[in-house]
């Protein structure tokens, strides 16, 4: 059987490899496989087959420079809740870790939070962590989220809203308690664009062209702080610097 999209697995065994040469790639391999065969024929809302949703959760993690265990549970973490397939079957064909972790992302998923009122929120994302004994399970879990949101334009309105205000209260706070910044971010970012868009919208623009309108100044900047500092005598290795993020300067507006 030729799974689809041997291409981008490629490219995630490559990465995996990347940070781990002694990665067990032959799990993932297997994984994917799998994975490809029991989604196939289903396909997201997008349009594109679902295994494109898999791979990217385990491309994610990959970034994270999570092990094998993890990414392969990101390739098959919808396996029970989607496909005819059991808890025991993967435990049966990848092992316990691997099946411990996507039996762990299936409770999760299973749960439906319903308030956005801060105290129960946090009631609930204390439960979520309680119930995690492996934090792999949450992390993919993060990862899942974090790709259902780079997707969100394909749901209907009232469905983005609920999805995304249940990422602002949930999981946003706990990628920032476990100190993943990038991807509290991220998620921050896109929970901003589906919950508030014409405030996204008008503050996209309105950073848009004071970047534009300051790229040459932040340029001269940059020479005259490399001439100085090695004046000083002071080595010089590299200035970088970073735009703001729009949900944060709009929480600065409001305050």
């Known amino acids: 059987y030729p799974p689809a999209d041997l291409t981008r697995f490629e490219d995630l065994t ?3 490899r990347a940070a781990n040469p002694d990665a067990d790639t032959e799990l993932l391999r297997r994984a994917y496989v799998f994975s490809a065969y ?3 024929g289903q396909v997201r809302r997008s349009g594109e087959p679902y295994l494109v949703h898999p791979l990217e959760v385990a491309a994610i993690l990959a970034d994270l420079r999570l092990d094998p265990v993890a990414i392969a549970a990101g390739l098959l973490h919808d396996i029970v809740e989607d ?3 059991t808890i025991d079957k993967v ?3 990848f092992g316990e870790d691997v099946a411990h972790v996507v039996e762990g992302v299936t409770k999760l998923s299973a749960l ?5 009122e801060e105290r129960q929120a946090e009631s609930f994302r204390k439960m979520l962590l309680a119930m995690v004994d492996d934090i792999r399970v949450i992390l ?3 990862a899942d989220r974090l790709h259902n949101m780079r997707t969100l334009h394909h749901l209907p309105e009232e469905r983005r809203a609920q999805i995304a205000q249940e990422t602002r209260d949930i999981y946003s706070p706990i990628a920032h308690r476990l100190g993943m910044s990038k991807l509290k971010n991220e998620l ?7 919950i508030e868009p014409a405030a996204y919208q008008s503050l996209h623009v309105q950073v848009e062209a004071k970047r534009r309108a300051t790229e040459g100044l932040i340029d001269e900047l940059r020479t005259r702080l490399v001439e100085k500092l090695e004046e000083a005598q002071i080595p010089v290795v590299a200035i970088d610097g970073r735009i703001k993020r729009l949900w944060s300067i709009h929480q600065n507006l409001q305050r």
């Open 140 to 142: 993919v879990k993060l």
């Open 38 to 40: 029991e989604h196939k």
């Open 188 to 194: 921050e970012e896109l929970t901003f664009r589906h």
């Open 112 to 116: 439906q939070f319903s308030s956005s």
């Open 14 to 16: 490559e990465r995996v």
């Open 83 to 85: 496909t005819p397939n």
């Open 91 to 93: 435990r049966e064909l």
